[in-house]
């Protein structure tokens, strides 16, 4: 989006995964952009020259920098004065599921409330995201907090598990958070399983919010 935005400007897609890049310089080749370029690099490290360019863009990465603070720096830096930025977070530690009455899943909602709180000093919260953009001297900042409804209902249940399961990476997956907890592999798996059954079936929906924050340097 911002390529086509700014069809006569220079994009710069940074992400630690090389494999992430190769896909998205295989789509941009597909659909004709030549004016982007990528690097492979984490957000505490940006190799780019300070103070070069007009806008910064960053979607549900932050959560994955080991110094937040560092991060937002990194991305303070490289814009000029004035220039815009415009970032969006999803808030997991604050992710919570709704069952409708009568679901037995209390096992689950137990075992979700454990890992919210063994992320909660890996994850990102509202403070800790404005408090980062106030310190890295921002002069102008707004930001937002949007509630967004996680409804599975007929997703696949092997589906909703993996995606339970694996699908935040490193640290903040839930099987990592859960490792050396009381619970096993099976037990682990056999609340995930119920948790699916319900969500697929419409009986249990998550709420998730996100934070937008955006301003000037």
């Not at 190799?47 to 603070?69: H, I, K, Q, V």
């Not at 970032?87 to 530690?93: A, I, K, Q, R, Y």
């Not at 890996?122 to 409804?151: M, N, P, Q, Y």
Request: proline fraction near 3%.
């Amino acid at each position: 989006k911002a390529a086509r935005a700014a069809p006569r400007g220079r994009v710069i897609a940074v992400d630690a995964s090389p494999r992430c890049l190769s896909q998205l310089r295989k789509k941009c080749d597909n659909i004709g952009l030549s004016n982007v370029e990528t690097a492979v690099a984490r957000l505490e490290h940006l190799p780019l020259e300070s103070a070069t360019f007009d806008a910064g863009l960053c979607r549900s990465a932050l959560g994955y920098a080991g110094e937040l603070d560092k991060a937002v720096a990194e991305m303070s830096r490289v814009l000029l004065h004035g220039g815009r930025f415009s970032v969006f977070e999803p808030l997991t530690g604050e992710m919570t599921w709704n069952a409708g009455e009568g679901e037995n899943v209390i096992e689950f909602i137990e075992m979700d409330k454990v890992i919210r709180e063994r992320r909660e000093s890996s994850s990102i919260d509202r403070a800790k995201l404005r408090g980062a953009f106030e310190r890295a001297g921002f002069g102008s900042c707004e930001s937002l907090v949007v509630h967004f409804d996680l409804g599975l209902e007929g997703r696949d249940e092997e589906e909703i598990i993996r995606e339970y399961l694996f699908d935040l990476p490193g640290r903040l997956s839930a099987v990592d958070v859960l490792e050396n907890s009381e619970l096993t592999d099976k037990d682990i798996m056999d609340k995930a399983r119920v948790f699916a059954c319900s969500a697929s079936a419409g009986r249990i929906k998550g709420e998730l919010p996100c934070m937008f924050i955006w301003g000037a340097k």
